[in-house]
């Protein structure tokens, strides 16, 4: 049987981290704004699915979700150790580069089946400008295996955060737009997880259209 929360530890840690670091840091440095938290299902595991733009962006989305987010992780962080547990705690699931895309959508499947919200980018890298540009399926499918709803957020302003050449992240206004749940698909055949996933991408520009 699934479950329908993360583990209480993880929850324990994600307040730890959260209140004061990243929250502090989304709303005095990034003068975060957040439209949309009430959308968050507050049980239940789901597919978070954003655009992506910067480093920052995990922290940020799991901050607005106000429960921790789990994401795919570099397997050499969970060969740090301190550094392993902590990540594990916090709903990190590793990926080895270069895997298989089915063996990181079992890592997710894990996820969820564990009560985790589980973020994915659509596009699965970084766009210069926040606008997702090749959609992945990956998301829908997930979200179709696991019969768990998809929750859209977009994210605007985080690709000025840091410019090329620098490691000081730069104080540029954030602004986090969280859209109404969609339904988990009915089923895994292509043309289902294109309809799912372009409905995501619309949803989510909308919101980034919104600007600040």
């Known amino acids: 049987m699934a479950k329908t929360r993360e583990p209480v530890a993880s929850l324990f840690l994600y307040h730890l981290f959260k209140w004061p670091v ?3 840091m989304l709303h005095t440095y990034f003068r975060g704004r957040i439209y949309g938290a009430q959308n968050v299902p507050m049980s239940g595991a789901f597919v978070v699915v954003s655009n992506h733009a910067s480093d920052y962006d995990p922290p940020i989305l799991s901050n607005c979700m106000n429960r921790p987010v789990a994401f795919m992780a570099k397997e050499e962080l969970f060969e740090i150790p301190v550094l392993k547990q902590a990540i594990s705690l916090y709903g990190a699931y590793p ?9 990181a959508m079992r890592a997710a499947l894990s996820s969820l089946e564990a009560g985790w919200a589980t973020g994915l980018f659509l596009d699965g890298t970084r766009s210069p400008d926040g606008r997702i540009y090749n959609p992945k399926l ?14 859209p957020v977009s994210l605007w302003g985080t690709q000025a955060i840091v410019k090329k050449g620098s490691l000081v992240p730069k104080p540029v206004p954030v602004t986090i737009r969280i859209g109404e749940v969609i339904p988990a698909p009915s089923s895994t055949k292509r043309e289902v997880l294109e309809a799912i996933t372009q ?5 989510i520009h909308g919101l980034h259209d919104l600007g600040r």
């Open 22 to 24: 990243v929250s502090p």
């Open 95 to 103: 990926v080895r580069r270069g895997e298989s895309d089915r063996a």
């Open 199 to 203: 409905q995501c991408v619309e949803v």
């Open 138 to 151: 990956g998301a829908a499918l997930i979200a179709a295996k696991a019969q768990v709803p998809l929750l």
